[in-house]
């Protein structure tokens, strides 16, 4: 296996290591970014309380979404077919789509699409059940700010199209 197959970011903190010194503080920045600017959007009086309960779980949790929608994404690379295969479209139309260009066909646009559901499903889940749990909020407020962080941290990046950069 070699790491041009893998998608972004993944492949690109292996290969680049030291952009987790970027990236780590960009992701806690959004969060916190989110959640203030949805905090003062519900008209939450002690915003700073709040922020401060809930950003390094959010944080955390976030990672851990993401990163299930990486594998995910990646284990496209661990089915292989031979040329003479049936299913040999599954190569042409989903592994080296979704590795470079998640545009170039519907299979590999819909995979990836799946992926980006679940990693944003997974970041309302885990900061409704387990993030938000000891928040000063009402629970509508807590249901509202884990939609508004699965909707505005969801990995968009998924999309980015590493052929671009390669």
């Known amino acids: 296996m070699k790491l041009y197959n893998m998608i972004f970011p993944v492949w690109l903190l292996w290969i680049f290591p030291t952009m987790w010194l970027i990236i780590m503080p960009a992701n806690l ?3 916190g970014l989110v959640i203030w600017l949805t905090l003062k959007f519900l008209k939450i009086a002690d915003i700073k309380t709040a922020l401060k309960t809930v950003i390094w ?3 955390v949790c976030g990672f ?3 990163f299930v929608g990486c594998l995910l994404l990646f284990s496209v690379n661990l089915i ?3 040329p003479e295969s049936q299913i040999y479209w599954w190569w042409n139309n989903n592994m080296m789509a979704v590795n ?3 545009f170039a ?3 590999a646009f819909t995979f990836t699409t799946f992926a ?3 990693s944003a499903y997974l970041i309302y889940w885990f900061n409704s059940r387990f993030c938000l749990k000891e928040a000063p909020l009402s629970a ?3 249901k509202q700010l884990a939609i508004s962080l699965a909707v505005f941290t969801a990995p968009y990046v998924f999309f980015l199209p590493s052929s671009l950069i390669f």
């Open 116 to 118: 980006l559901f679940i």
């Open 100 to 102: 470079y260009n998640a």
């Open 29 to 31: 920045i959004i969060d």
């Open 80 to 82: 292989k077919f031979s």
């Open 140 to 142: 509508k407020q807590k």
């Open 105 to 107: 066909n519907i299979y």
């Open 57 to 59: 779980r959010t944080w």
């Open 64 to 66: 851990l979404a993401d």
